[in-house]
């Protein structure tokens, strides 16, 4: 969307689905064991230390597969793991043991959140600016915060980027500090007009993820660097218990495709002292 209102977004009807992931929402993605037994890249992972868990969205078109998996301590992730066809990077071969266990469960739930996609066994690499690298032909997004590793993927024919982004939810404390390097004056205060108290206090987590969310789905389309004052969040309106939307715009211009203005609908959760964001750009959306 191009213009400055905020818009929820307007769910297509009547188009092919994807199979409905998850048991609590629609919007949410859990891998069903189908799924872990489907793919040999993730078929002898033991399940102890590898539960899955629900993400969000970025919207209900069902054209997004999410997995996640509730992230243990790294030594018993890592026993878990290492059943699993994924690998570490040269360059994270000397890495402490919780930044290899991020490093490969966030591997596994690409795997599966592909599978979902219909590319099976298919390794989502890293590029040397650190960022993933999707199969040709997909889109998606990593992260491992809030006690999960979670990952979403579609195919390119939909969407010209996603972004998803988990924190658990910063310490009022903490939610002062961050404020400045996060949200212009007066952004927070703005943004929270709409919300219950609740989710006011959730705020500064939703903002400062959104905005990550936002960076991991515009930067393979933009390929540099931007902070999180060249966006704005602009609006965040609850549709559910701990859900909901928000709206983020650009500040600048990033790309001609991506130009001061632009802007974005995505949706939030919080739950389990966590949240998490996520950020979806249409392929209509990005021309
Ligand atoms: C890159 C960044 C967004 C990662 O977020 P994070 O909360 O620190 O970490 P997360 O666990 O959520 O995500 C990590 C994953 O992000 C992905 N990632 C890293 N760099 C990326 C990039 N340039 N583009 C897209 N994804 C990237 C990787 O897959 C990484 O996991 P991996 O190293 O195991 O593969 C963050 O460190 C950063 O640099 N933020 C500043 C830029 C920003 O957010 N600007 C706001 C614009 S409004």
Same mark, same amino acid.
């Given at each position: 969307?191009?213009?400055?209102?905020?818009?929820?977004?307007?769910?297509?009807?009547?188009?092919?689905?994807?199979?409905?992931?998850?048991?609590?929402?629609?919007?949410?993605?859990?891998?069903?064991?189908?799924?872990?037994?489907?793919?040999?890249?993730?078929?002898?992972?033991?399940?102890?230390?590898?539960?899955?868990?629900?993400?969000?969205?970025?919207?209900?078109?069902?054209?997004?597969?999410?997995?996640?998996?509730?992230?243990?301590?790294?030594?018993?992730?890592?026993?878990?793991?290492?059943?699993?066809?994924?690998?570490?990077?040269?360059?994270?071969?000397?890495?402490?043991?919780?930044?290899?266990?991020?490093?490969?469960?966030?591997?596994?739930?690409?795997?599966?959140?592909?599978?979902?996609?219909?590319?099976?066994?298919?390794?989502?690499?890293?590029?040397?600016?650190?960022?993933?690298?999707?199969?040709?032909?997909?889109?998606?997004?990593?992260?491992?915060?809030?006690?999960?590793?979670?990952?979403?993927?579609?195919?390119?024919? *939909?969407?010209?980027?996603?972004?998803?982004?988990?924190?658990?939810?910063?310490?009022?404390?903490? *939610?002062?500090?961050?404020?400045?390097?996060?949200?212009?004056?007066?952004?927070?205060?703005?943004?929270?007009?709409?919300?219950?108290?609740?989710?006011?206090?959730?705020?500064?987590?939703?903002?400062?993820?959104?905005?990550?969310?936002?960076?991991?789905?515009?930067?393979?389309?933009?390929?540099?660097?931007?902070?999180?004052?060249?966006?704005?969040?602009?609006?965040?309106?609850?549709?559910?218990?701990?859900?909901?939307?928000?709206?983020?715009?650009?500040?600048?211009?990033?790309?001609?495709?991506?130009?001061?203005?632009?802007?974005?609908?995505? *949706?939030?959760?919080?739950?389990?002292?966590?949240?998490?964001?996520?950020?979806?750009?249409?392929?209509?959306?990005?021309?």
């Amino acid at each position: 969307m191009r213009d400055g209102a905020f818009r929820p977004p307007t769910f297509a009807k009547g188009r092919p689905q994807a199979p409905q992931l998850g048991h609590n929402s629609p919007m949410l993605g859990e891998p069903s064991m189908k799924h872990w037994a489907g793919s040999r890249t993730i078929a002898s992972l033991s399940d102890r230390a590898t539960r899955s868990a629900s993400f969000i969205a970025p919207d209900a078109s069902g054209d997004a597969s999410l997995a996640a998996l509730e992230l243990h301590g790294p030594d018993e992730m890592l026993r878990s793991l290492a059943g699993s066809a994924c690998r570490l990077p040269s360059e994270l071969e000397r890495a402490v043991p919780k930044r290899k266990a991020e490093y490969l469960a966030g591997r596994v739930v690409a795997a599966i959140a592909l599978s979902q996609c219909g590319a099976m066994d298919v390794h989502v690499g890293r590029n040397v600016d650190g960022s993933p690298r999707w199969p040709a032909g997909f889109v998606g997004a990593l992260t491992h915060g809030g006690g999960l590793a979670a990952a979403a993927a579609a195919p390119a024919s *939909r969407y010209a980027g996603i972004g998803i982004d988990a924190e658990y939810l910063l310490e009022p404390r903490v *939610r002062e500090e961050v404020a400045e390097s996060i949200a212009a004056p007066g952004e927070l205060a703005a943004a929270q007009l709409a919300l219950s108290d609740a989710m006011q206090r959730a705020l500064p987590t939703i903002l400062f993820s959104a905005k990550e969310s936002l960076f991991k789905c515009l930067y393979p389309q933009v390929g540099e660097f931007f902070g999180f004052h060249d966006a704005r969040f602009v609006e965040a309106r609850e549709d559910g218990v701990g859900a909901g939307f928000f709206r983020l715009e650009l500040v600048r211009s990033l790309h001609p495709t991506f130009p001061r203005g632009w802007g974005v609908v995505g *949706r939030f959760a919080v739950a389990n002292g966590a949240v998490q964001t996520a950020v979806g750009v249409r392929q209509w959306d990005a021309r």
